[in-house]
Structures are given as structure tokens and as C-alpha cells.
Antibody, heavy 116, light 109 residues
Framework: QVQLQESGPGLVKPSETLSLTCTVS????????WNWIRQSPGKGLEWIGY???????NYNPSLRSRVTISLATSKNQFSLNLSSVTVADTAVYYC??????????WGQGTLVTVSS | QAVVTQEPSLTVSPGGTVTLTCASS?????????AYWFQQKPGQAPRTLIY???NKHSWTPARMSGSLIGGKAALTLSGAQLEDEADYYC?????????FGGGTKLTVL
């Protein structure tokens, strides 16, 4: 069964770039969407965007100007960069795999705090 | 961007039945929205219960089912148990772009 694990700094300064990596193991399925989702403390889930196996991306319009998702297939990893962060970007960040006919598989999540 | 609306909170008695709904601001929810339902308990990551409207994950209890009712996506719990107390989120796909509902806090009391 596929497993996903987020990694990256837990603390980022305002105006800097948040960078996270998701490492995927035991995935034997192609034509899937690799997603990033976040959850601010005490709030609901917010979709950030995805990258497809082909490299095509789709981002939440509210974050599009600051988000880049990239894929490193040779390392079984995909990454999130979120630029110009503010305290409003403090959240638990989840990576997730989705695809047609598949349930969404989630990582455990990683808390990123934006603070000086 | 579309807005997806869920009941903020619901209460069900143990053994009772409750239906959570998921509405789209753009109109009726259809199979083309590939509705998903997730359960999240405090301090845990969400886990998938239902995908593509009515397909169950291997760990989804038989008492939970997904459907389309009255132009909305729906998650029905029949025979609620104390362990079902959690936050439930729906997700709709709009030509590939995902939008989550605000979540329903389900109390079993």
C-alpha cells in the first residue's frame, strides 16, 4: 500500500519561501495526481494544488501566484514551494495521492509555523 | 471559485442514522464532481471513507455509504457508533481543481 511522508523545516520566517518534500513509497500506479493540502490550526482543509505524472500542474487560484509544485520521479518525491509566506500560511501541510478510481492516500502531515 | 457547503455540526444518537450533505454553489452535484468524503479525528490526518461518490475504501465501515441526494453529495451513517464522532469533510472536483467543504463536526450523543 502506498505510503507518503512529508519533510521540511517546521519554522519559516515571514516573506521567505516554504519548501516541503513528500517521499512516496510502495506506489505501483501511474497516471496519478500528487497533491498538497493544508489545514490551518483549528480550521478546515484547503487544497493547494497538484502535479500530474506528466508534469502538468493545477493550483488553487487563491495561491497560484505563490505556489510551485514539482516532481522528482527518480527520487520518488514531489515538492512544494510557497513563496512570500505570512503568518496566515501557518498550517499542517499534507501530501496526498489521488487518481481516477483510487481513494485519496494521505501523508501524516507536517506542521509549518511562520514566525520571525 | 466554487464554494462547497456542509452542515457545520450534527448530532446523532448511538445506533441512529444521520446524513451529512455537500452542496455546490455552482448547482447540482453530479458524478462528474467525483465527490470524496474524509473523516478526521483530533490530532490525526484525514482518512478517506468514500471516493467518486459511492466507492468505499477497504477500511470504510459497512454502516457508512455515499450517494447523491437532491442535488447534493451525501454521506449516510446507519447505526452510528461512539467511534464515529469526528470531523467529516467532503471534496468536490471541478475539472480537476479541488474544493473542500468547510467540514461537519459530528457528535454521537
Amino acid at each position: 500500500q502506498v505510503q507518503l511522508q512529508e519533510s521540511g523545516p517546521g519554522l519559516v520566517k515571514p516573506s521567505e519561501t516554504l519548501s516541503l518534500t513528500c517521499t512516496v513509497s510502495h506506489n505501483s500506479i501511474s497516471r496519478v495526481y500528487w497533491n498538497w493540502i493544508r489545514q490551518s490550526p483549528g480550521k478546515g482543509l484547503e487544497w493547494i494544488g497538484y502535479i500530474y505524472d506528466s508534469g502538468n500542474t493545477n493550483y488553487n487560484p487563491s495561491l497560484r501566484s505563490r505556489v510551485t509544485i514539482s516532481l522528482a520521479t527518480s527520487k520518488n518525491q514531489f515538492s512544494l514551494n510557497l513563496s512570500s509566506v505570512t503568518v496566515a500560511d501557518t498550517a499542517v501541510y499534507y501530501c496526498a495521492r489521488a487518481g481516477v478510481g483510487l481513494p485519496v492516500a494521505w501523508g501524516q502531515g507536517t506542521l509549518v509555523t511562520v514566525s520571525s | 471559485q466554487a464554494v462547497v457547503t456542509q452542515e457545520p455540526s450534527l448530532t446523532v444518537s448511538p445506533g441512529g442514522t444521520v446524513t451529512l450533505t455537500c452542496a455546490s454553489s455552482t448547482g447540482a452535484v453530479t458524478s462528474g464532481h467525483f465527490a470524496y468524503w474524509f473523516q478526521q479525528k483530533p490530532g490525526q490526518a484525514p482518512r478517506t471513507l468514500i471516493y467518486e461518490t459511492n466507492n468505499k475504501h477497504s477500511w470504510t465501515p459497512a454502516r457508512m455509504s455515499g450517494s447523491l441526494i437532491g442535488g447534493k453529495a451525501a454521506l449516510t451513517l446507519s447505526g452510528a457508533q461512539l467511534e464515529d464522532e469526528a470531523d467529516y469533510y467532503c471534496l468536490l472536483s471541478y475539472s480537476g481543481a479541488w474544493v473542500f467543504g468547510g467540514g461537519t463536526k459530528l457528535t454521537v450523543l
